[in-house]
């Protein structure tokens, strides 16, 4: 027995998604003139930072790896750590492929050709209660999320994000110029 489907109709011209980045030159923080503390807001943990084998993580503590620069790129992001590493040269938060384990970020030498480097750091048109904006911050359709194992890099699917930000501005980067 031979069953055909009906034809699909489709419009002439695909919807517009409306998931465009923050606009850098309007906001210092996102044009990569200002170091941040990425603080999540679903959280009881405090901060994001880097532990010390350079996997990202969350801290209820000061740690000296807890603040970072969003240096525009395309209209992307990288996520740069605020102070240099041991080479002069800051390093970046990369999305690390665990096998069957969940994605995760570490940090990496800054390269803007890698898409695992590349961050989309959205406005979720919310504040927190000091009047922030809130973000939420993705890789390739991937959302940095809070998981059951700490911060990992998930798609949603149907899923609702779980997991948005807001940055604690820290003051002037002091990142040198490298371009």
């Known amino acids: 027995m031979q069953t055909s ?3 699909v109709q489709t419009s002439a011209a695909p919807a517009k998604t409306s998931k465009s980045p923050a606009k850098a030159p309007s906001n210092p923080i996102l044009a990569g003139k200002r170091q941040v503390v990425i603080v999540p807001i679903e959280s009881f943990e405090g901060v994001v930072v880097l532990d010390d ?3 990202l993580g969350l801290t209820d503590g000061d740690s000296d790896r807890s603040m970072f620069v ?6 992307k ?13 800051p390093e970046c938060l990369g999305v690390k492929n665990n096998g069957s384990q969940s994605l995760t970020v570490a940090a990496v030498a800054c390269d803007t050709g890698k898409a695992d480097q590349l961050w989309d750091i959205a ?9 922030d904006p809130i973000y939420s911050i993705a ?6 999320q809070i998981g059951r194992s700490g911060l990992i890099v998930e798609e949603l699917g149907d ?3 779980l997991t948005t930000y807001t940055f604690a501005d820290n003051g002037k980067s002091t990142l ?3 371009d």
Do not use: M
């Open 53 to 55: 084998e350079g996997n």
């Open 70 to 75: 969003f240096a525009p790129h395309d209209g």
């Open 159 to 161: 899923a609702p994000l």
């Open 5 to 7: 489907a009906a034809p």
């Open 139 to 144: 890789n390739q359709s991937a959302f940095l």
């Open 176 to 178: 040198p110029k490298l």
């Open 123 to 131: 406005p979720t048109g919310k504040r927190d209660e000091d009047g």
């Open 77 to 89: 992001f990288q996520i740069k750590t605020a102070k240099v590493a041991r080479g002069g040269e």
